[in-house]
């Protein structure tokens, strides 16, 4: 249906390593939301992607929507321990409210 | 412009006693989400409502919870006969529009005992 997965569920890296997070759909997106939720904390909007192909960034983020605009990625460059989190993708629709459910990041020092 | 207000941060009730959560959007929102979540796990939708009206409620127990956003004043989630499988934390999210980015609340974190 119009549900989306996103993979990894967790993934744990070395502090300075890259990190990437999928979010992908079996039906077309008309755009994607990315939010990220730090430990013990509520959920913040970060970007959203509108456009086929379209790569946006922010500092060490990068985020990217598929040409098919069926999947979008995050990637972190060189995580820090402030990376630390759930990162959340969400498909908008005018009648229902879908997230993914989240790729939870832990970062050792 | 203030974000969204949640109230109470934290709220502890007995078995079988009712809980109240309050939403107030950021201003100009007339779009609220509700959403529960467990410890260690994802965001689970509850109830979308646009002024005085339920647009979808379909992650919500029929039993029990119910959800209102009247014409002034601010958004309730209402649990009655709360029990123990009901502690969550419970976020209130507000948006401008349906396909704009949501504004999340600090949460309220509900402990039945």
């Known amino acids: 249906g119009q549900q989306v997965m996103q993979i990894p569920q967790y993934q744990h890296v070395q502090e300075g390593e890259d990190f990437t997070t999928y979010c992908n759909s079996s039906t077309t997106l008309s755009n994607i939301q990315w939010y990220k939720q730090r430990p013990g904390g509520h959920p913040v909007f970060l970007i959203q992607l509108v456009k086929s192909g379209e790569v946006k960034k922010q500092k060490r983020l990068t985020f990217q929507f598929g040409e098919a605009k069926k999947n979008s990625s995050l990637h972190i460059t060189a995580t820090q321990t402030t990376d630390v989190g759930t990162y959340f993708c969400r498909r908008t629709s005018y009648d229902k409210v879908i997230f993914g459910p989240g790729t939870s990041l832990s970062v050792i020092p | 412009n203030a974000g969204v207000m949640q109230n109470p941060r934290h709220l502890v009730r007995r078995r079988g006693q009712e809980a109240r959560l309050r939403c107030s959007p950021m201003k100009g929102h007339s779009h609220v989400y509700w959403y529960r979540q467990l410890p260690e796990e994802g965001l689970k939708f509850m109830v979308y409502?646009?002024?005085?009206?339920?647009?979808?409620e379909s992650g919500m127990p029929k039993e029990r919870f119910s959800a209102e956003f009247p014409k002034e004043g601010p958004s309730i989630l209402r649990i009655q006969q709360v029990v123990r499988g009901d502690s969550a934390a419970y976020f209130c999210?507000?948006?401008?529009?349906?396909?704009?980015?949501?504004?999340f609340g600090p949460g309220t974190r509900l402990t039945v005992l």
């Open positions: 409502l646009q002024k005085e009206n339920i647009i979808d």
């Open positions: 999210a507000s948006s401008p529009g349906q396909l704009n980015e949501q504004f």
